[in-house]
């Protein structure tokens, strides 16, 4: 956001917190996942949410420290520790080289390492602040999803509207250095973005949906909204996500199931073939994810790393290259510092000789970060959380799943909001049997 907005919203944000008006601080919170735009710009984008988790730390510092120690999270808060030793040695005791000697301070070991730890804190306060308000029932699960749902109908056809104007609105409020003025953005900064959480949105909307007996037209109008996201972002990984998770989401093997599935593949690919937004790339890069291509970057590279982007390529053939550090990673979002030595000569990034950008997947962004560890830790963190599920109603299950899979395409905040979220939910039925137990007992 530009200087005067992003100080009205500083302001909000705080003021959400202190004043413990804890609707408008959550209604903060999932405006700036869902509209990656609504962030202050200080070197890197700060989104609002992260306000409110520090907000959260600094006013309720001892629930957020109980927080780490809960049985949900305890495999998720082992890693970081574990990157908070691996920050020290591969960030200041033996830390990665520059080789260009170009990178500004936050791009070096040091800085990365530095930066890195401190957004994490801000994750673990988000998740704190997300299961502080879903226990304590500050704010119900219903208006949790409303929000989600209204917000991202908002972003889709407000961004229509910019669109049409030539982003007018964009300019007026967002600080932003390219706006891709030819493709369809939403409210978000990059069409990715926008079809990505589209794709997330619409799964979290119709599993609270099914489940829900109280029907709203804004549910419906959602899932229509980023329904149209998904397809007029033009992007393959929105798309491949999108199928990703009506598959693992909602499939079961029944012939109905199979029969629906089949309806809305088509649907979804008419649409893609008759809106004039969609790109004619979007197809080549699918099947660049789906089956890889055949130009390799190193002599011996697996075909398996050509599937995946830039980043997370390199990041595999580093490790491929120097295996050790698959047992240990080499620390908090560092692995962009010694991967630039592979950056082939047809990328864009091969002049500047080096990539600052991280692994978008999760297992590769955790490999290179924390090695097998991080990945098997996450792993279990996952299941554990899984097996307190079953006296849930099945959407909070469903929505779970789809934070995984949005993250398996894309880790981000998104995964600790799911996190806060999930144990928030699992937090608030534990509570809830206490009280009847209590009130039997008494």
Not at 295 to 315: M, Q
Request: aromatic share 18%; charged share 10%; glycine share 6%.
């Amino acid at each position: 956001m530009n200087l005067f907005f992003s100080i009205i919203f500083l302001v909000l944000s705080l003021y959400s917190i202190i004043a413990k008006k804890y609707k408008l601080a959550l209604v903060i919170s999932i405006l700036s996942v869902i509209i990656d735009t609504f962030a202050l710009n200080v070197g890197v984008n700060f989104l609002l949410i992260y306000v409110v988790g520090y907000g959260f730390l600094f006013t309720n510092f001892r629930f957020v420290f109980n927080i780490l120690s809960n049985t949900y999270l305890k495999p998720f808060v082992f890693e970081f520790y574990i990157l908070i030793i691996l920050a020290i040695i591969f960030g200041f005791i033996s830390p990665w080289p520059d080789l260009t000697g170009t990178r500004p301070w936050t791009q070096t070991s040091p800085g990365r390492s530095l930066i890195t730890i401190f957004r994490l804190i801000g994750d673990f306060s988000i998740v704190a602040f997300l299961i502080f308000v879903l226990s304590t029932n500050r704010v119900s699960i219903r208006f949790l999803f409303l929000t989600i749902a209204i917000i991202s109908s908002l972003s889709m056809w407000i961004g229509l509207f910019d669109y049409f104007t030539g982003y007018m609105l964009h300019d007026l409020f967002f600080d932003l250095e390219h706006i891709e003025r030819t493709r369809f953005l939403g409210m978000n900064g990059e069409p990715k973005v926008l079809g990505r959480i589209g794709a997330l949105c619409f799964t979290l909307v119709l599993v609270f949906l099914i489940y829900t007996p109280k029907k709203s037209f804004i549910f419906y109008f959602s899932l229509f909204s980023n329904f149209l996201a998904v397809v007029m972002s033009s992007s393959a990984s929105s798309i491949v996500l999108f199928f990703l998770l009506m598959f693992f989401v909602f499939f079961k093997f029944s012939v109905k199931n199979l029969l629906l599935f089949g309806f809305l593949a088509s649907i979804f690919f008419i649409a893609i073939n008759f809106i004039p937004f969609v790109e004619q790339g979007t197809f080549d890069k699918i099947n660049k994810a789906l089956y890889g291509v055949d130009d390799l970057w190193l002599v011996g590279e697996l075909a398996f790393f050509t599937r995946f982007d830039i980043f997370d390529r390199l990041a595999l053939i580093f490790l491929w290259e120097n295996p050790i550090y698959v047992m240990s990673g080499v620390g908090p979002n560092l692995i962009s510092i010694p991967a630039s030595q592979y950056i082939p000569p047809i990328s864009i990034f091969y002049e500047l000789g080096r990539i600052d950008s991280v692994p978008n997947v999760m297992p590769v962004n955790l490999l290179s970060r924390s090695g097998i560890l991080g990945v098997l830790l996450y792993f279990f963190g996952f299941k554990r959380l899984f097996s307190f599920l079953n006296t849930l109603p099945p959407f909070v299950k469903s929505s779970l799943i789809a934070f995984i899979l949005f993250s398996m395409v894309y880790l981000s905040v998104v995964v600790f909001v799911g996190l806060g979220i999930v144990i928030g939910l699992i937090e608030l039925d534990r509570l809830n049997k206490l009280k009847v137990i209590n009130s039997i007992i008494l």
